[in-house]
Nanobody, 130 residues
Framework: QVQLVESGGGLVQAGGSLRLSCAAS????????MGWFRQVPGKEREFVAA???????????YYADSVKGRFTISRDGAKNTAYLQMNSLKPEDTAVYYC????????????????????WGQGTQVTVSS
């Protein structure tokens, strides 16, 4: 089992920045990718960004078109923590953001689908005011 805890959400004005963190605990050695998804009421959960790794030094990052150039995903393997730096935030970025971990990763297959993930956090609210 892997436990995931998100933090860093909050209220920010349009154009501002937030940094989300996702701390993993438990059987973290079994994870090979971590992703961020978001969801607004009445809509499906959507992919935001993901990072996969094949070894301690080789990371692959993937982004949804809607956040490319504004969001940056990273990870600290020693801390078992993934980060999502969100800049130039827009009101349409308002959502609950969820962190997820996957036990399998192939760099040729972007980890952008919900079904690719085994564990999920409880989510953190991000609200961007106009």
């Amino acid at each position: 089992q892997v436990q995931l805890v998100e933090s860093g959400g909050g209220l920010v004005q349009a154009g501002g920045s937030l940094r989300l963190s996702c701390a993993a605990s438990g059987r973290t050695f079994s994870s090979r990718a971590m992703g961020w998804f978001r969801q607004v009421p009445g809509k499906e959960r959507e992919f935001v960004a993901a990072i996969g790794w094949t070894d301690a030094r080789t990371n692959y990052a993937y982004y949804a078109d809607s956040v490319k150039g504004r969001f940056t995903i990273s990870r600290d393997g020693a801390k078992n923590t993934a980060y999502l730096q969100m800049n130039s935030l827009k009101p349409e970025d308002t959502a609950v953001y969820y962190c997820a971990a996957a036990g399998l990763f192939d760099y040729k297959i972007p980890p952008s689908r919900i079904a690719q993930y085994d564990y999920w956090g409880q989510g953190t609210q991000v609200t961007v005011s106009s």
